[in-house]
């Protein structure tokens, strides 16, 4: 991928903002667990940069995925959990803009928000993995309006969002909302998984304190540890698995990288990781340019292509 300059990437992600179409995750637009929830919805502007590209939200109530559509899809769609440390999920530094250099490859992105597992909502800490089950079951339904293969939807997710897509990879059977009507009747396992500087473990030393604060709180007990652990959550039905990180990463430590790519290699599934000597935490496209993990839309893409 050459080099853009961030002035031509805020350029791409008007573009793609000016024609995306949003709708909800849930059939109510709040889903049934924010019944519970005191939170109040914010969008917070310019809170990853200065631009009108750098929003994010806190006090998610009413879940909803922003369609970015190529011109000439591919039949592969990717649902995109955004990172935020379980605290706020930003919107377009891992979201609007991926859209124009996966959108030229023929992928379908689905952006979502999803509910924060310390909102008090019903589903407590599986709150977003309520929101990322439901969302992948509707894509699944819904694949025609898209031109999508249902059995090529996959996902990406970005710090705590790569462990909401994580917990879908491992946890897609897991029951953690009622039935609602047919769309539940449809398997929210992922084709496959990209996940980018994601959190993945529970474990001390090599947990990020604030996810895991947000999750299982200070004093969690083994079994909290251990659920919420993905890398012991996988199993050989796991997905195939993309992983993505910066080795100097201060925030999330490469090491959530390195487990997740242990045990699914100790499994059989198939894995392939990515690591990059610079990059520290959260590059995504923008701050990834003038470095070498700025190619990694590329490699991405490219393994994807093998995947499905």
């Known amino acids: 991928m050459k080099h853009i300059s961030t002035q031509e990437l805020v350029a791409l992600m008007q573009d793609a903002v000016d024609r995306c179409a949003t709708f909800p995750v849930w059939p109510q637009g709040e889903a049934p667990g924010a019944i519970a929830s005191p939170t109040v919805f914010q969008l917070e502007e310019n809170h990853t940069g200065p631009s009108a590209f750098d929003r994010s939200v806190t006090g998610v109530r009413a879940p909803q995925i922003t369609v970015y559509a190529p011109e000439n899809p591919n039949g592969v769609g990717i649902l995109v959990t955004p990172g935020g440390s379980y605290r706020r999920v930003v919107l377009d530094k891992e979201g609007s803009a991926l859209a124009p250099f996966f959108n030229a490859r023929g992928y379908t992105l689905f952006v979502m928000t ?53 917990s879908l990879g491992t946890r897609y059977a897991e029951k953690v909302y009622p039935v609602l009507d047919d769309i539940d009747g449809f ?42 652990s993905l890398e012991e959550r996988a199993d050989s039905n796991t997905p195939p698995t993309f992983l993505l990180h910066a080795v100097d990463d201060p925030a999330v430590k490469v090491e959530n990288s390195v487990v997740m790519f242990s045990a699914l290699r ?43």
């Open 114 to 166: 999803y509910r924060l597992p310390g909102d008090g909502h019903t589903e407590g800490a599986n709150a977003p993995l309520a929101d990322v089950q439901r969302a992948m079951r509707t894509l699944r339904a819904r694949a025609q309006e898209w031109q999508l293969d249902p059995e090529r939807l996959g996902i990406m997710g970005f710090s705590a969002g790569g462990h909401a897509a994580a």
């Open 187 to 228: 398997s929210a396992r992922p084709a496959f998984m990209a996940l980018v500087y994601p959190v993945i473990t529970m474990r001390a030393e090599i947990d990020h304190p604030g996810s895991r604060h947000e999750l299982i709180g200070d004093t969690p007990a083994e079994q909290q540890i251990h659920h919420y």
């Open 266 to 308: 100790r499994l059989g599934v198939p894995v392939e990781m990515h690591l990059f000597e610079q990059g520290a935490h959260g590059f995504g496209i923008r701050d990834a340019q003038g470095l070498p993990a700025a190619v990694w839309p590329d490699l991405m893409m490219n393994w994807i292509e093998t995947k499905v």
